[in-house]
């Protein structure tokens, strides 16, 4: 009886403790049940290419993206890619990487984010000091702002090399997925089809680059908005479309009042999913 009441007991300390310790995040599977970090980079290190998707602003996100790169970087060979870096900036970042330039942003037409020091840089320079390929993935600006302007239209005519920053033309294009319907209600009467397909184009975009770059036997690493990989669509679509037997591992990122269950409306978003305090300070 002595035993069955210090159960109970224990139970009962088991939501004041959590309450108590104030955790800035929690991790959980699809289905919505808990999961350790540990347990998520074994089962990552074992794909060949994971998409991260973040919250931007999000610290947390950048500080296990860091850490997640270091530990696969232990037991796997790696490629790290960056939906923050456009495809035309790889000749001046391959530069950076083997020490021709002393600063990145030393040639005048890299563009970096405004957040780049704080949240991405020391991932860039984990990777020169180890010399791990780092990719530009994305589209360049003005060709997804051109396409959002008159659709995929505007891409028509577009020269040799302009072509090839993006993805092949034509490319595969479904707007009837879940996530570009969802732009569309979220973006209510400011959303329309030519959005969707500027959405379209990066994601295109970033999966051929994932591909371009990706070698048998490695792990790509891919940073991007969590939005481009959400719910197995955006990026991850595309991939599919090109190479369906590649094993793929995907992480999205929400925020919560509450880190004690995931809620439903989260579930399902990727195969790992980082919960972060609502009240979670921002990087920018």
């Not at 009837?176 to 959005?195: N, S, V």
């Amino acid at each position: 009886m002595y035993k069955y009441w210090l159960l109970l007991f224990l139970m009962s300390m088991v939501p004041q403790a959590y309450s108590q310790n104030k955790p800035a995040y929690q991790i959980f599977n699809a289905k919505g049940k808990r999961i350790s970090y540990g347990k998520m980079k074994k089962k990552l290190a074992s794909k060949d290419i994971v998409l991260f998707g973040e919250i931007h602003n999000n610290p947390i996100d950048h500080w296990l993206q860091l850490e997640l790169l270091q530990d696969l970087f232990q037991v796997r060979k790696t490629i790290l890619g960056f939906e923050m870096f456009e495809a035309d900036n790889q000749e001046p970042l391959d530069r950076y990487l083997k020490g021709e330039l002393e600063q990145i942003d030393a040639d005048s037409t890299m563009r970096l984010w405004g957040n780049y020091h704080t949240d991405y840089a020391p991932l860039v320079e984990f990777a020169k000091m180890h010399h791990i390929p780092v990719i530009a993935t994305n589209v360049p600006a003005q060709y997804a702002k051109n396409v959002y302007r008159y659709g995929f239209k505007a891409l028509e005519g577009l020269d040799e090399k302009a072509l090839s920053y993006i993805a092949p033309q034509p490319m595969p294009f479904d707007p009837d997925l879940k996530t570009y319907q969802d732009i569309l209600e979220m973006m209510a009467h400011h959303g329309t089809p030519e959005l969707v397909m500027a959405q379209a184009l990066r994601d295109a975009t970033m999966a051929h680059f994932i591909l371009k770059y990706y070698q048998p036997g490695t792990l790509f690493l891919h940073m991007n908005g969590t939005y481009h990989s959400e719910y197995y669509e955006g990026i991850l679509w595309y991939l599919r479309q090109s190479q369906p037997t590649l094993q793929y591992g995907t992480i999205a990122t929400t925020d919560q009042p509450s880190l004690k269950k995931l809620l439903e409306e989260n579930k399902g978003k990727a195969d790992f999913i980082i919960c972060v305090d609502e009240n979670m300070a921002k990087t920018h």
